[in-house]
Each structure stands twice: as structure tokens, then as C-alpha cells.
């Protein structure tokens, strides 16, 4: 039986490229090199670099012209930047990376702590890169109480855990779960994916906002040019930034962190492309 | 007004199929996009941290229908109220195993597991087997828990009959949505008898036979048979694993119909416990064609069995009165 299968079966399965991108609306691009024991950071950067400049062509001549892209595999913010400058006919809001994990993570972690369900709680901000400098911000996240809207940061009263323990667990969670089933993240990772891309196309709830990682427009005095998560709503098929939140010190220097990283992964990423 | 959370188990919850299984449930794919679930997840205690890693997963999921979970090695907690039980664990055959010992180990199990249901669960539980020998796992099932009404406890076939309908799309070059009407009859082993005499395609023209829409006897009867047949081990032989996604897929096929109702003129698959129609042996966990309405199944009446079909028929349920005799003689041991 051939690897292929017929269009009217609903599957293309292959392992080339320009046919795997043949007209394709939505991207989510899951493979990549995975770091290996003994690896060092730059050997999984030049590998993925590789990588993602040649999905970044493919897409670029054969998916179609609006093509919405998830990048999912680590570096995510990273591969999602190298995959825009390579492909520099798709438009830039639409190659975007997967933090909606770790959303969605802040989220159960809250509800877990306040011992709710998890669709009552809303509008944590995932600010950065989808790496353990993340910053979980709680600071404009709401539970639905039977008295209306509660800010999480008065119905946890807890700040000690909010501003440490809470952030160390939805850093590290990718970590503890590999501790956990010898395998990383597959489950929430699909799941989370698939969120990312249903609120994009479908429109966020009203009231509500989402974590994606999304191409830097300057927004919050984070640099330009690379690829960094933002709280944003989603309509009509695109994703905005939910402007004038207001950035306290402690999260200042967390928002700065995470994009300092970004700027150096961006670096690193550029002299593995001219080696 | 939401409505109540269902009680939704899955034994076996820390491996592949549970894996699988689990966030479709979470997601609402197996009962509806506004029921909640509450989901229990059972394995044994060697797989703790990966269950609990589980339970991790479906909280980082931050899925809106999941009201709650409870992931324990305590199969009395795991049954408790529960509404729904997919009884995904059991016994897999090792290399050098003889069928008498898996039966034997599956026998065990299955009659702990029988208790447990009947003790702890919702009275009306309804119950899907899908660890094999699923048939007879269900038929041990039953056996050992008399309370729980006969027509509430089932094995999968849904995915053979998936199988089969993917099949006959495949052949045609046509959505699978648009084939129904298969059978998959008797055991849900290299035995089953996938049927297409009954089946039809929806085409532009109106309903189609696939006999005629196909017009390759000697495929049907033949070449397609064991292919349906045979799937499960040539999924091993590809992924190196045995199937997992379909099989979640297709037993939350099994409980939707189940419980939401088939949809008109359309019949399914299921393992059910045999009244003697068709005249197979009353008494056996057997495949049948059904229809689902208000939270039952009927088998469908008066269908034509042809003589080749009829020995089909007769030859999975001989194999299926075999297996329940062997998983006596296990029990008196």
C-alpha cells in the first residue's frame, strides 16, 4: 500500500517537505532536533537553525499566502524568528510560537491553589520566552466568583507564593513532567496547540485575553524584532496586543530578563546561520 | 444552567491508549461539548509517578470541561459513583506467554475488577472493555458482577468497524463520512467477521450498496477481510507500538452513540451480551450491528445472512464459546 494516501482520504503523510506544505492554511511545526545528553546550547541552536531555514522556504513557495504558523518546537520563540526572516513573504502576525502551555499551566496552578475549576480563573500573562525565564504575571488575572470578578492576587492572598513558588512551578513544570513520565510534555502540548490556534481563528472569548508568542512591535519597552509572548485578544482571525496593562517593578525586571534572553538567543542563532 | 459532571473511568489511564484516551474525554469528544466530566484514572502502583504525570498533564491543560480527577492505584476509590468505566488495563501477551496464561492473568483481574464496579460504582454504570481478550474480559466482567444489568456491560469492536468503514473510503476514494452500515460480528480477534452485505455510501445519486459501488466481490470477501482483521498487527509492525489513537478514538465513538443515540438510519458495532439473535449462543460477550437511542442499544433485526456469512458468524462464536470455557477452567484453578 502506498505511504501516501489519497487526498479524498483526508491525509497527506510524507516526508517531503514542498508536499507537506502543498496549500496548507494552518503550520504547526513540532519537529525539530531535540537536545541530547552531553549537547551544548549552540549545537541544538545550529541544528535547529538548519532546520527552520529550510521549513522556512518550503512554506514560503508552497503553503498558501496566509498561512497561520505554530512554532511548538524548542526554541520556540527562536525557530518561530529564524522561520520568519527566511520566509519573509508570509506576513510577519502570522508566524507565532506556543506559550499557551504555559498559560494555560498558570492557570491550572491557580485553580489548583484556590481549589476551583479551572474555566473560572482568566487573564494570566505569559510575557517572554517559552524557556524557564518566563514570567507567569498574575497581576491582572481574574477568578468568577458567585460575588462577580476576584482579582487572583486577593482571592490567593498569598503573595509570597505568587511572586516565588507559583513562577519557579510554571517555569519549571516542562521539567517535572519529564520527571514524572520519563517523556516531556505530549498531552498538554497538543492540547495547548490546539487552543493557541482555535482562539486565533475563532476569536478569544469576550473579557478574556491569551497568552501567544507573537513577532515584538516594541510593545512594553520589550526590543523589536524578535519573538516574544504577549497578552493578546484575538478577532476576525488575527491576534492583538492588549495594550496599557500596568508593569509593576518586580515584573519590569522579569519582563526585561525574558527578553534579554530572546535578544541573546537571537544572536546566537545569527552566528550559527553565517558559520 | 450547566448540567451536572459525569464520572467518566479509565483503567490502564497511565498507558499509551489512556493517554490517548483521557484529554478526548477531557476535550468533550466522548460525551459532548457542555457536559462536564469528572475523570477517575486507575493503574497499578508500579506506574504511579507516571499516572500522576498524567494528572498533571490534564491540569496544565487548563481543559474547561474538567471539573476534576482522581488518579489512584486504589481500585475501590477509582470505582467510586462512577458513571462511566472504559477498562482500558489488563494482562498484554509477552513474548513466550501461552493464551491459557494471559486468559488466566486477565481472568484475575477482571474479576477484581467486577467487584470493585458492582460495590462502588453508580448502579447504572455502563461499562466498556477494551483490554483483550476484550470479549471475554467483559463476559468475566459480568459474570462476576450480578447487580450491574447485563446490557450495561460491552467490549469494543467500534474500532474494527472504524477499520472497516476506512477501508471501504480508502477503496472508493471517498470521505469515510460518507460510508456507513458495516457489521463487525463476533470476537474482537483475527476471527471477526467484518460484513459489508448490508452497507452503503452515500453518493450523489443516493444511497449506494458497496457491494455494487465497490464491484469487486473477490476483494470484499477476501483481501478486505483480512485487512480488517489483521489491522491491529500491522499497526505493531508500523509504529512499533500497538494502536493507541485509534482505539481511544473509536471507544468514544462506542460510549457517544451509546449514550447521546445513534444517528438515524445508521447502525454501529458492539460487543454485547448475546439473547441468542442470529442465532449465536446466548451467554457470550458478541459483536453485533446496533442501534443506540435514550441511553440503550437494540441489535438490529432481520438482516439476510448469506451462507458464506453465516459460516463466518458461526466460526467467531464457536471461538468465543472456546474462550469462555478456558477462562473457567482459569477461575476454578
Known amino acids: 500500500m502506498s505511504?501516501?494516501?489519497?487526498a479524498a482520504s483526508c491525509v497527506v503523510a510524507t516526508t517531503d517537505v514542498a508536499e507537506a506544505c502543498k496549500d496548507v492554511n494552518i503550520a504547526v511545526m513540532v519537529g525539530?532536533?531535540?537536545?541530547?545528553?552531553g549537547m551544548e546550547r549552540k549545537d541544538v541552536m545550529s541544528k535547529n537553525v538548519s532546520i527552520y531555514k529550510a521549513q522556512a522556504s518550503a512554506l514560503e513557495q508552497h503553503a498558501a499566502k496566509d498561512v497561520k504558523v505554530l512554532v511548538v518546537a524548542n526554541p520556540a520563540n527562536t525557530n518561530a524568528l529564524i522561520l520568519k526572516e527566511f520566509a519573509p513573504s508570509i506576513p510577519e502576525k502570522n508566524i507565532t510560537c506556543l506559550t499557551r502551555l504555559d498559560h494555560n499551566?498558570?492557570?491550572?496552578q491557580v485553580a489548583e491553589r484556590l481549589n476551583v475549576p479551572v474555566s473560572t480563573v482568566k487573564n494570566v500573562i505569559i510575557w517572554g520566552n517559552h524557556s524557564s525565564s518566563q514570567y507567569p504575571d498574575v497581576n491582572h488575572a481574574v477568578i468568577d466568583s458567585p460575588d462577580g470578578e476576584k482579582a487572583v492576587r486577593d482571592a490567593v492572598s498569598?503573595?509570597?507564593?505568587?511572586?516565588g513558588?507559583?513562577?519557579?512551578?510554571?517555569?519549571?513544570?516542562?521539567a517535572a513532567i519529564i520527571k514524572a513520565r520519563k517523556l516531556s510534555s505530549a498531552l498538554s502540548a497538543a492540547s495547548s496547540a490546539c487552543d493557541h490556534i482555535r482562539d486565533w481563528v475563532l476569536g478569544t472569548p469576550k473579557g478574556s485575553w491569551v497568552s501567544m508568542g507573537v513577532y515584538s512591535d516594541g510593545s512594553y519597552n520589550v526590543p523589536p524584532g524578535i519573538i516574544y509572548s504577549y497578552p493578546v485578544t484575538c478577532a476576525n482571525?488575527?491576534?492583538?496586543?492588549?495594550?496599557?496593562?500596568?508593569?509593576?517593578?518586580k515584573s519590569r525586571a522579569k519582563l526585561d530578563a525574558?527578553?534579554?534572553?530572546?535578544?541573546?538567543?537571537?544572536?546566537?542563532?545569527?552566528?550559527?546561520?553565517?558559520?
Open 237 to 249: 482571525g488575527d491576534w492583538t496586543i492588549v495594550q496599557g496593562l500596568s508593569i509593576d517593578e
Open 32 to 37: 525539530g532536533f531535540p537536545r541530547k545528553e
Open 258 to 275: 525574558t527578553a534579554d534572553e530572546l535578544v541573546e538567543e537571537k544572536a546566537l542563532a545569527y552566528t550559527c546561520i553565517s558559520e
Open 3 to 6: 505511504q501516501k494516501f489519497q
Open 105 to 108: 499551566r498558570a492557570l491550572g
Open 158 to 163: 498569598d503573595d509570597a507564593w505568587l511572586d
Open 165 to 174: 513558588e507559583f513562577i519557579k512551578v510554571v517555569q519549571q513544570r516542562g
